[in-house]
Nanobody, 123 residues
Framework: VQLQASGGGLVQAGGSLRLSCAAS????????MAWFRQAPGKERQFVAA????????YYADSVKGRFTISRDNAKNTVYLQMNSLEPGDTAVYYC?????????????????WGQGTLVTVSS
């Protein structure tokens, strides 16, 4: 499984960005796809996840109502639409994949990781 993340950049507070994660190397119908982020000096933390089959979504409290995770089955791509961005959202964002199961917010349960894309939100 290979994951290619893209879409990061510099944006002002209140702005929007959409991250993409292109997945290849397997069929993903039984997978969970997720986004994590890591700010400088901090641990990598859960942002959002989506079950490829059925499309159920899960969010960290800090991004609920502002971020939306979605998938495009035909393109094998997962998106993270980020609105109302805040300086506290500044981080490297990573996409991740694992087989279905519980504990979606725990980074240790994810087997596959993309390379990360930097999001910088200026005040």
């Amino acid at each position: 499984v290979q994951l290619q993340a893209s879409g990061g950049g510099l944006v002002q507070a209140g702005g929007s960005l959409r991250l993409s994660c292109a997945a290849s190397g397997n069929t993903f119908s039984s997978y969970v796809m997720a986004w994590f982020r890591q700010a400088p000096g901090k641990e990598r933390q859960f942002v959002a996840a989506i079950r490829w089959s059925g499309g159920s979504t899960y969010y960290a409290d800090s991004v609920k109502g502002r971020f939306t995770i979605s998938r495009d089955n035909a393109k094998n791509t997962v998106y993270l639409q980020m609105n109302s961005l805040e300086p506290g959202d500044t981080a490297v964002y990573y996409c991740a994949a694992r087989q279905r199961g519980d504990g979606l917010e725990y980074r240790g349960t994810y087997k596959y990781w993309g390379q990360g894309t930097l999001v910088t939100v200026s005040s």
